[in-house]
Every structure is written in structure tokens, then in C-alpha cells.
């Protein structure tokens, strides 16, 4: 029987398999307790441990948004692994955490790793915050297709309609996962531009990304 006690066991064993088995059970557990307990993970001696602890911060960290900020800051900025600190990136990104937004233009600015990168611009996304715009035109100029196609549906899943210029260009751009990404984040942001670019991308010679475009297209 899972109860925060063998948890509890399972968390605080030398074994780092135990550890994580630990963090896994916590899902089980009454969400109050299971972020108390999910804590002194974040900063295991173990990468594997980190990066469990890490992602389960979102939605744990709902219990106390103030604590699990600090916690994530922590982690994005002091982290050995890259993998951890990209999973910090995202759990700031679910967690809605607005006055982390400088924390990640900061490492996206300090990183050449893409995997982070793509991280931070898809939390951004989540984010909401309006500050974001500037650092997804920057990702937009990415030589990473993977996140520059973040970026784009980063853009439309921000809101603002000043993304529209800055997304238009891409309807020749010759990725066509780039220009399907294109058609739903228009489709999010809408208006007499965003249309038209539809209207230009149904006629696409890739059969997703017209199809996508059509979609999008109001009835």
C-alpha cells in the first residue's frame, strides 16, 4: 500500500532507483503533502533524481508558487545537467510563473544548447507574459528548425496580434513543418492578415499544410 510513510522510505534510500520509483508514487499522494516531499529531491546529487523532481514542480508547485519559483530559478541557473535545467524551464512555463520571464531570456541568451532553447521558447508560450514577443522574433531567426517551429507556435499561443508581420514571411519558408506550425498559429491569432496568409497556404504543395490551413480558415 502506497501512504506517505513508504514513499517517504523510498525517497531518502541510497538508491537513486528507489528514489525516483519514490517520485513516482507520488502522484498517488494528496498534493499538499506530495510537494513537501518532492523538495530536497530538486537538489539530489543524482541527474536522474533532479530531473524527476524537476518536472513533477508542474503542478505540484501550485501548492506555493512563491516557493516552487525558487526553486526552479535554482535549478535553471546552477543545474550541471541541461536536461534539468530545460525541464525547469518547462515547469515555469505550466506553472504560469511571469516573474521568471527575465530569468529565461537571461539563459537564452547564455545557452548555445538547443534543447534549452526550445525549452524556454515553448514556455513562453505558456507563459502568457507580453515581454515574450521580443525573444520569439530573436527565435525566430534560429538556425534550429525545431525551435523556430517553437517559436512560431509560441507566438500564437501568446495572442498578440503584432506576431502576425513577423510570422507572414513564412508562408515560402522551405520547411514545411515550419509553414504547418505557421497556419494554426494564425488560426489562434486571427484578423484580416492572418486570413489572407491562410487563404495563400491552403493552396500549399504539402497536403498537411494545406489541410491544417483550411482548418483554421473561419467558416
Keep these: 500500500m502506497i501512504n506517505p510513510e513508504s514513499v517517504q522510505q523510498l525517497l531518502t534510500s541510497e538508491d537513486y532507483g528507489d528514489r525516483i520509483k519514490g517520485l513516482n508514487q507520488l502522484r498517488q499522494l494528496?498534493?499538499?503533502?506530495?510537494?513537501?516531499?518532492?523538495?530536497?529531491?530538486?537538489?539530489?546529487?543524482?541527474?536522474?533524481?533532479?530531473?524527476?523532481?524537476?518536472?513533477?514542480l508542474d503542478p505540484l508547485g501550485n501548492q506555493d508558487l512563491d516557493v516552487a519559483l525558487d526553486l526552479l530559478r535554482d535549478r535553471l541557473f546552477n543545474d550541471s545537467e541541461l536536461d534539468v535545467k530545460a525541464?525547469?524551464?518547462?515547469?515555469?512555463?505550466?506553472?504560469?510563473?511571469?516573474?521568471?520571464?527575465?530569468?529565461?531570456?537571461?539563459?537564452?541568451?547564455?545557452?548555445?544548447?538547443?534543447?534549452?532553447?526550445?525549452?524556454?521558447?515553448?514556455?513562453?508560450?505558456e507563459l502568457g507574459e507580453p515581454r515574450g514577443l521580443e525573444l520569439l522574433k530573436e527565435a525566430l531567426t534560429s538556425d534550429n528548425g525545431l525551435v523556430k517551429a517553437s517559436a512560431v507556435s509560441a507566438l500564437?499561443?501568446?495572442?498578440?496580434?503584432?506576431?502576425?508581420?513577423l510570422l507572414?514571411?513564412?508562408?515560402?519558408?522551405?520547411?514545411?513543418?515550419?509553414?504547418?506550425?505557421?497556419?494554426?498559429?494564425?488560426?489562434?491569432?486571427?484578423?484580416?492578415?492572418?486570413?489572407?496568409?491562410?487563404?495563400?497556404?491552403?493552396q500549399d504543395s504539402v497536403e498537411q499544410v494545406a489541410k491544417e490551413a483550411k482548418q483554421n480558415l473561419p467558416t
Excluded: C
Design 156 to 165: 500564437g499561443e501568446l495572442g498578440n496580434p503584432e506576431a502576425i508581420p
Design 30 to 56: 494528496d498534493p499538499k503533502s506530495a510537494f513537501v516531499m518532492v523538495q530536497p529531491l530538486v537538489r539530489d546529487a543524482n541527474e536522474r533524481v533532479r530531473y524527476a523532481a524537476v518536472s513533477q
Design 168 to 202: 507572414i514571411p513564412l508562408v515560402t519558408d522551405q520547411d514545411w513543418q515550419i509553414r504547418y506550425r505557421l497556419a494554426q498559429a494564425l488560426g489562434r491569432l486571427g484578423g484580416k492578415q492572418a486570413q489572407e496568409t491562410l487563404t495563400t497556404l491552403t
Design 87 to 125: 525541464a525547469a524551464a518547462d515547469a515555469i512555463g505550466g506553472l504560469k510563473l511571469r516573474a521568471a520571464y527575465e530569468n529565461l531570456e537571461q539563459v537564452y541568451h547564455n545557452t548555445s544548447d538547443w534543447l534549452l532553447q526550445l525549452s524556454i521558447v515553448a514556455a513562453l508560450g
